[in-house]
Every structure is written in structure tokens, then in C-alpha cells.
């Protein structure tokens, strides 16, 4: 077993009417999927990413503090179209499942949070910098 792969993996972003992201461990691999809602542009990947990529990931993980994150985000009032988002992590002893609907952690704001943005940009980076946006 590799210490630093995840138990596991699994994170999704997407808005109404536009891109939609996804990552999956299996088999110690990554499976990207990208969705192109307006050119039918779909994307599948299988990514291979090395321990120091992995490590610089956890790294990040830790800074944000991504192991505190609240279950669910919502924004006060409700907004119909927008963006919704998942995250569904293992390492370890540790373990994340965390969604929002127009809301990012960590204070459930309708703006994109800086911790949230580094989570985008950790993923992008793992994946070799495929978009996760």
C-alpha cells in the first residue's frame, strides 16, 4: 500500500448550463471527467499522479483545513441556477464529505472563498493541470 494515495477519492463540480468536473480513484489511478454542456465536448482521462504530487495535495488539504469543513453549504436565500459541488475524501484517519449548492466553505458565502479556490487549484494540479474549476 502507498501511503500516500487516498483511500478513497472522489470529487465533483458543476454549473447549470456549463462545465461539469469530476475525479475518481480507482485502481490507484484518477479518472477525470470533463462535460462540455454547450459543444458535447466530454473528456475522460486516466491520470497516473507521482508521491510528490500526492504529497504537495495533502499539503494543501492540511492548510485549508479541509478536515473541519461543515457537511453541507447553502447560501441564505436560494438560488436556482448556479454551481454545485462534492467532495467525498479518505486518507487515513481522516475523512471528508462536504457538498454545497452556490455556498463554499468555510462560511457558506455565495463568493468562491479563498480555501475553496485552493482546493479547486490542488485538484488541477494533481490531475497535471486539467481544469477542476
Known amino acids: 500500500m502507498n501511503k500516500y494515495l487516498p483511500d478513497k477519492f472522489k470529487v465533483a463540480i458543476g454549473g447549470y448550463m456549463g462545465n461539469s468536473y469530476s475525479v475518481e480513484l480507482r485502481n490507484k489511478k484518477l479518472i477525470y471527467n470533463k462535460n462540455d454542456t454547450y459543444n458535447k465536448n466530454n473528456k475522460k482521462s486516466v491520470l497516473k499522479p507521482d508521491r510528490e504530487a500526492w504529497e504537495k495535495f495533502w499539503k494543501i488539504l492540511k492548510e485549508i483545513d479541509i478536515w473541519k469543513w461543515n457537511r453541507s453549504y447553502k447560501p441564505e ?33 455565495i463568493e468562491v472563498s479563498e480555501e475553496f479556490s485552493r482546493f479547486c487549484n490542488a485538484v488541477s494540479e494533481l490531475l497535471g493541470g486539467s481544469e477542476f474549476r
Not at 454545485?84 to 484517519?93: A, E
Not at 462536504?98 to 462560511?107: I, M
Open 77 to 109: 436565500n436560494d438560488i436556482l441556477d448556479g454551481t454545485s459541488w462534492k467532495i467525498d475524501i479518505k486518507y487515513g484517519d481522516k475523512e471528508i464529505l462536504s457538498s454545497g449548492t452556490n455556498a463554499y466553505p468555510p462560511y457558506s458565502k
